[in-house]
C-alpha cells in the first residue's frame, strides 16, 4: 500500500493531469473575437476572401484550449509578434500546435508517473536487518562451544538471507565456509569487515 506522500503524489499528478485533459475549449463567440483581432491587426493585408478566411480561422480556433488563443492574439507574446503578414490557416495552426507541444509533454510525463504510483511495488513485510554493530555483537556473543562448522552454519543466524537474495559478499563467505574448518564467527566477522570496507 503506497504511503501518505505517494497518495498526495498521486493525486497531485491526477490533479494536473485532469487541468490539462480537461482545458476549457473556446467558445464560438471568443474564437470570432479573436479572429476580429488577428485580422484588425494587419490592416495594410485583408484576406482575399475575407469571409472564408474568418469563418475557416474561427473554426480552428473553436478547436483549442481558451489559454493558447488568448495567446495566440497577444501582442506581446502571440503570432502577432512573428507574423509581419496576415498568417494563412497554416501558419496559425503551427503555432497553435507548438503552443500547445508542452502541455502534451508533460501529460505524458504525468501519466508515466501516475501509472509507476499506482503499481509501485509493495512495502516488504520483513523488518529490516539489524546494522552492523548490532550483527557484529550477535557474532561475538555466540557461545564458544557452538562456534564450530558442524554444529552451526551462517545460514542459521537470523540476519543472513537465503543464498538467493544474499549479497555478493554474503554468498562468497557462504562459498568459503564450504571450503574451509574456520569458525563461523571468524568468517562473519570477515564479511563485515568487508562491507565495511566497501562503504
Not at 115 to 125: D, G, N
Not at 168 to 193: D, G, I, Y
Request: proline residues 11%; aromatic residues 4%; contains cysteine.
Amino acid at each position: 500500500m503506497p504511503n501518505d506522500i505517494e497518495i498526495s503524489r498521486l493525486e497531485k499528478a491526477k490533479r494536473e493531469l485532469a487541468m490539462i485533459e480537461n482545458a476549457t475549449l473556446t467558445s464560438v463567440e471568443d474564437a470570432a473575437k479573436a479572429v476580429g483581432i488577428l485580422v484588425a491587426s494587419y490592416p495594410q493585408t485583408p484576406p482575399a476572401e475575407p469571409d472564408v478566411y474568418m469563418r475557416q480561422l474561427r473554426g480552428l480556433l473553436s478547436s483549442f484550449p481558451t489559454n493558447a488563443i488568448e495567446t495566440l492574439v497577444d501582442p506581446l507574446r502571440g503570432i502577432l509578434t512573428q507574423c509581419k503578414f496576415l498568417p494563412s490557416i497554416a501558419e496559425v495552426y503551427e503555432w497553435l500546435e507548438k503552443f500547445q507541444e508542452p502541455d502534451r509533454r508533460m501529460a505524458v510525463r504525468l501519466r508515466d508517473h501516475i501509472t509507476m504510483l499506482e503499481h509501485a511495488p509493495l512495502p516488504s513485510s520483513e523488518p529490516a536487518p539489524p546494522p552492523l554493530s548490532v550483527r557484529r555483537k550477535q557474532i561475538e556473543d555466540i557461545p564458544p562451544g557452538l562456534r564450530k562448522p558442524e554444529k552451526l552454519r551462517i545460514k542459521d543466524l537470523d540476519w543472513l538471507k537465503p543464498l538467493e537474495q544474499q549479497d555478493p559478499v554474503e554468498r562468497r563467505v557462504n562459498e568459503r565456509f564450504a571450503k574451509t574448518q574456520r569458525s563461523v564467527p571468524e568468517l562473519a566477522m570477515q564479511a563485515l569487515k568487508n562491507l565495511e570496507d566497501m562503504r
